[in-house]
């Protein structure tokens, strides 16, 4: 079929290479020209596993072509998908501009039927207010079918994601849509649901709200861990083995970051006041979240003292492993939070730091490898658990620091392999384990 996709960020990207590896004729369209240059010019804009030999093969085969002119992306098209920003406006409400322009492009430039399919991630509702401008500025003779068609991959995993997904949800009222819809994903053999739009859109918040319920829900149950002398690892691992709960999303840490969780709850609880609803729960997984992305810098402050002028490693810059993306990362908060506290941050990251660089400029510094970072680190934060920092062995903290004291916000370590060196180690939910492989309940911390 011919596709476009409008967007070429994490999600227009993967879907535009994916679609293309399934044989589709794709035009992927950006308003950004250095994003498109780059990428005709076979070069990666984002760092996600697996995307560069997709793009490579599929660009050199023609299935894959990319633009900024929108009379080639749209005029002689089957199928459109949207995949632009909808990012956090201040407040927390969702700023729909780029839904907005791009919808009024599609009815500006299609020249024949299509289908029209919005992956991104939209408050209830948005799907009908795209209908209408479609309608109202499109040729009267042309048909648009507008389908929500939430995306629901993770970045790092997102070209696997887009082949294994657990469902694919479909939502219009349009038979002959879905119908050509449900024949597009068949290849993938993934379970199809068809819905109604509001629900196909609701499904996409509930999704995401759920998970980082369950997220600060095991963060909650971590730090009482901690003060009763229990262990979140043991914990998580003998909830996790009852089937109506499962082990996924039960890793406590230094809470949820990324583009989505913190804009989607926050959207949702907007949606949700909207409409008089004061949704207590959600409201407290965000509180949740908030305080324990700021635990480290608590954590460092009880076991230091003062932080003004003390050298921190920050180990981690990304959200989470495998990718560059900061967006909403704790670490970025990390980093206010030293930096207003006087520390000196050097902060390492396999991918993200020319990301970092963008938002936080020369107020720290930038390591290229681990032992760079720690080198004389009076304090070592363990943000991000990529395998290059959550394998090192722990000897490097011993001969890079001066008398390491290690904060591990991903509990990357076994407290058994802790104790064989001697460090001052505390992570989230675990006993802390103080030099000289003293574990001393009455020195737990109080925050
Ligand atoms: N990142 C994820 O893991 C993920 C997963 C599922 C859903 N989503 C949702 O998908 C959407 C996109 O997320 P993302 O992370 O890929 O965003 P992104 O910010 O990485 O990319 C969005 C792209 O859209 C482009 N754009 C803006 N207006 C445009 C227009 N009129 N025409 C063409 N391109 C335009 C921007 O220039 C940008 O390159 C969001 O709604 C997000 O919530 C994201
Ligand atoms: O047990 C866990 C699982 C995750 N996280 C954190 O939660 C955040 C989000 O992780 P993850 O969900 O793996 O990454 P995303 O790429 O943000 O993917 C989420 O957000 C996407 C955008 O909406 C959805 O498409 C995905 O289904 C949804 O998992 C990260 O900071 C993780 O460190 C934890 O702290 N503990």
Same mark, same amino acid.
């Given at each position: 079929m011919?596709?476009?996709?409008?967007?070429?960020?994490?999600?227009?990207?993967?879907?535009?290479?994916c679609?293309?590896?399934?044989?589709?004729?794709?035009?992927?369209?950006?308003?950004?020209?250095?994003?498109?240059?780059?990428?005709q010019?076979?070069r990666?804009?984002?760092?996600e596993?697996?995307?560069?030999?997709?793009?490579?093969?599929?660009?050199?085969n023609?299935?894959?072509?990319?633009?900024?002119?929108?009379?080639?992306?749209?005029?002689?098209?089957?199928?459109?998908f949207?995949?632009?920003?909808?990012?956090?406006?201040?407040?927390?409400?969702?700023?729909?501009?780029? +839904? /907005? $322009?791009a %919808?009024?492009? =599609?009815? &500006?430039?299609i020249?024949?039927?299509?289908?029209i399919?919005?992956?991104?991630?939209?408050?209830?509702?948005?799907?009908d207010l795209?209908?209408?401008?479609?309608?109202?500025?499109?040729?009267?003779?042309?048909?648009?079918?507008?389908?929500?068609?939430?995306?629901?991959l993770?970045?790092g995993s997102?070209?696997?994601?887009?082949?294994?997904?657990?469902?694919?949800?479909?939502?219009?009222?349009?038979?002959?849509?879905?119908?050509?819809?449900?024949?597009?994903?068949?290849?993938?053999?993934?379970?199809v649901?068809?819905?109604?739009?509001?629900?196909?859109?609701?499904?996409?918040?509930?999704?995401?709200?759920?998970?980082?319920?369950?997220?600060?829900?095991i963060?909650?149950?971590s730090?009482?861990?901690?003060?009763?002398?229990?262990? +979140? /690892? $043991?914990? %998580?691992?003998? =909830?996790? &083995?009852?089937?109506?709960i499962?082990?996924?999303?039960?890793?406590?840490?230094?809470?949820y970051?990324?583009?989505?969780?913190?804009?989607?709850?926050?959207?949702?609880?907007?949606?949700a006041?909207?409409v008089?609803?004061?949704?207590d729960?959600l409201?407290?997984?965000?509180?949740?979240?908030?305080?324990?992305q700021?635990?480290?810098?608590?954590?460092?402050?009880?076991?230091i003292?003062?932080?003004?002028g003390?050298?921190?490693?920050?180990?981690?810059?990304?959200?989470?492993p495998?990718t560059?993306?900061?967006?909403?990362?704790?670490?970025?908060?990390?980093?206010?939070?030293?930096?207003?506290?006087?520390?000196?941050?050097?902060?390492?990251?396999?991918?993200?730091?020319?990301?970092?660089?963008?938002?936080?400029g020369?107020?720290?510094?930038?390591?290229?490898?681990?032992?760079?970072?720690?080198h004389?680190?009076?304090?070592a934060?363990?943000?991000?658990?990529?395998?290059?920092?959550k394998?090192?062995?722990?000897?490097?903290?011993?001969?890079?620091m001066?008398?390491?004291?290690?904060i591990?916000?991903?509990?990357?370590?076994?407290?058994?392999?802790?104790?064989?060196?001697?460090?001052?180690?505390?992570?989230?939910?675990?006993?802390?384990?103080?030099?000289?492989?003293?574990?001393?309940?009455?020195?737990?911390?109080?925050?």
């Amino acid at each position: 079929m011919k596709i476009t996709v409008a967007g070429a960020g994490y999600v227009g990207l993967v879907t535009s290479a994916c679609l293309a590896e399934l044989g589709h004729q794709v035009t992927c369209i950006d308003i950004q020209k250095e994003k498109i240059d780059l990428l005709q010019n076979n070069r990666l804009p984002i760092y996600e596993p697996g995307l560069r030999q997709l793009l490579a093969k599929n660009l050199q085969n023609g299935k894959l072509v990319f633009t900024v002119a929108p009379h080639l992306a749209y005029s002689n098209t089957e199928i459109i998908f949207i995949a632009v920003g909808t990012p956090e406006k201040s407040g927390g409400s969702v700023e729909l501009k780029y +839904i /907005d $322009e791009a %919808a009024q492009q =599609i009815a &500006h430039y299609i020249e024949n039927d299509v289908i029209i399919c919005t992956k991104s991630t939209v408050p209830v509702g948005t799907n009908d207010l795209i209908k209408q401008i479609i309608d109202n500025q499109k040729a009267p003779t042309l048909r648009a079918e507008v389908v929500s068609n939430p995306e629901f991959l993770r970045e790092g995993s997102a070209v696997h994601d887009f082949f294994h997904g657990d469902r694919i949800v479909i939502g219009t009222d349009n038979l002959e849509a879905a119908s050509i819809l449900k024949k597009l994903y068949q290849p993938l053999d993934i379970p199809v649901i068809i819905t109604d739009i509001r629900s196909a859109e609701m499904i996409k918040y509930a999704s995401n709200a759920f998970l980082a319920t369950k997220i600060s829900f095991i963060n909650e149950i971590s730090n009482i861990c901690q003060k009763v002398g229990a262990d +979140i /690892d $043991e914990v %998580a691992f003998g =909830i996790g &083995h009852d089937k109506r709960i499962g082990h996924d999303f039960l890793k406590a840490g230094i809470g949820y970051g990324g583009s989505c969780f913190p804009k989607d709850t926050k959207a949702l609880l907007g949606l949700a006041n909207d409409v008089e609803h004061h949704f207590d729960l959600l409201e407290a997984v965000i509180n949740v979240n908030n305080f324990q992305q700021s635990l480290p810098v608590l954590l460092a402050k009880e076991t230091i003292g003062s932080l003004q002028g003390k050298k921190v490693a920050l180990l981690g810059l990304a959200f989470k492993p495998n990718t560059d993306d900061i967006r909403g990362s704790a670490s970025i908060r990390i980093v206010n939070e030293l930096l207003k506290e006087g520390a000196i941050v050097r902060a390492y990251d396999p991918a993200a730091i020319p990301n970092a660089q963008c938002i936080l400029g020369d107020r720290i510094e930038y390591a290229y490898n681990l032992r760079f970072a720690l080198h004389e680190a009076e304090l070592a934060i363990i943000a991000t658990d990529w395998a290059q920092i959550k394998d090192a062995p722990l000897g490097v903290y011993q001969s890079f620091m001066k008398d390491p004291i290690v904060i591990d916000g991903r509990n990357c370590y076994s407290l058994k392999e802790i104790q064989k060196h001697s460090l001052t180690y505390l992570s989230i939910g675990r006993r802390y384990i103080f030099k000289d492989n003293l574990i001393d309940d009455k020195k737990m911390l109080h925050f």
